[in-house]
């Protein structure tokens, strides 16, 4: 025994700070979901609050703009599924066929860095560039003779401003995970396979996307367990009063309302909605996916 903790130790203290991080501020915190079923109030505090039950929860689903708010997240979780997950599959089976080293690596250089650039920045250039009064492309248009393009007030572009942008900065970077799927194929199945007459579409159908089944499987249902949620700053520095009723999703109206509002455990039970959805749709998918000979996540 005595030797077995000697030779693991150096793993376990690698795995420590990993494991404190989880705990402090991913398992501690959970002791908060109290507040949704509390009329919390910061004076008294969890232990001085009054119980409300599931008031809350009732409040949400009477809520007017309920449906509003469960249609738009739901929208823009079908765009990101439909468009933004393929979006690094498709990356990586491009860059899987570059033969020039020194090109793939400029490729991917260029396709990684932004990632490193934060919404702010990002929204900001776009409003700089479609503003309704200066924007730079939509004063060329206007020169030229068009009409002026209402990007970021028009509610139809919302959605779609939203996903382009969304597929622009995680693309490239989400293609790492693939890339590293693809290095472990062996390439004398390549070579075996163009032997026996296979073109590089029928090595691509039956080799490459095979090795990258289980990654694709394990990421599609960790991504099902973010169904509802969108990532708030995105949403929320695209959003204006022209386009809210395309834009207000949950996350957004937790910030509102908890925070603007002061209810805390109003949004405390919007955000345990949420998560409860999240942890149901990975359990049905993992269930899925083993029944279909997949592994899963657990």
């Known amino acids: ?71 738009n997240t739901l929208m823009l979780n079908l765009l990101d599924i439909l468009f933004y997950f393929p979006a690094p599959i498709l990356v990586a089976l491009l860059l899987n066929e570059v033969r020039r080293k020194w090109f793939k690596r400029t490729v991917q250089t260029v396709l990684y860095a932004p990632n490193f650039i934060s919404w702010v920045v990002i929204v900001g250039i776009t409003v700089q560039l479609f503003a309704t009064g200066s924007g730079a492309i939509n004063g060329l248009l206007e020169e030229w003779g068009f009409d002026r393009v209402e990007l970021m007030t028009d509610p139809r572009y919302f959605r779609w401003v939203w996903l382009v942008q969304n597929i622009w900065q995680g693309a490239g970077w989400g293609a790492i995970i693939f890339l590293a799927a693809l290095a472990s194929v062996d390439p004398t199945l390549y070579e075996a396979a163009g032997m026996d007459g296979a073109g590089r579409w029928r090595q691509l159908w039956h080799i490459t996307l095979p090795a990258l089944r289980g990654a694709i499987v394990i990421l599609f249902i960790l991504r099902l367990g973010h169904v509802m949620d969108l990532g708030f700053e995105h949403v929320f520095l695209l959003q204006n009063p022209m386009n809210q009723h395309v834009s207000e999703v949950f996350e957004t109206f937790i910030y509102k309302v908890g925070l603007n509002e002061g209810d805390y455990s109003y949004s405390t039970a919007v955000g345990l909605f949420k998560s409860v959805i999240g942890l149901t749709m990975v359990m049905l998918a993992n269930t899925l996916a083993k029944r279909m000979g997949q592994e899963g996540v657990f």
């Open 1 to 71: 025994m005595n030797g077995y903790w000697r030779r693991a130790f150096p793993i376990y203290l690698m795995v420590l700070p990993g494991l404190l991080f989880f705990i402090v501020f991913k398992y501690v915190p959970m002791f908060g979901i109290l507040i949704a079923f509390m009329d919390y109030s910061p004076f008294k505090g969890v232990f001085g609050s009054e119980w409300a039950g599931l008031d809350h929860f009732r409040r949400l689903f009477a809520e007017n703009d309920f449906g509003m708010l469960l249609r």
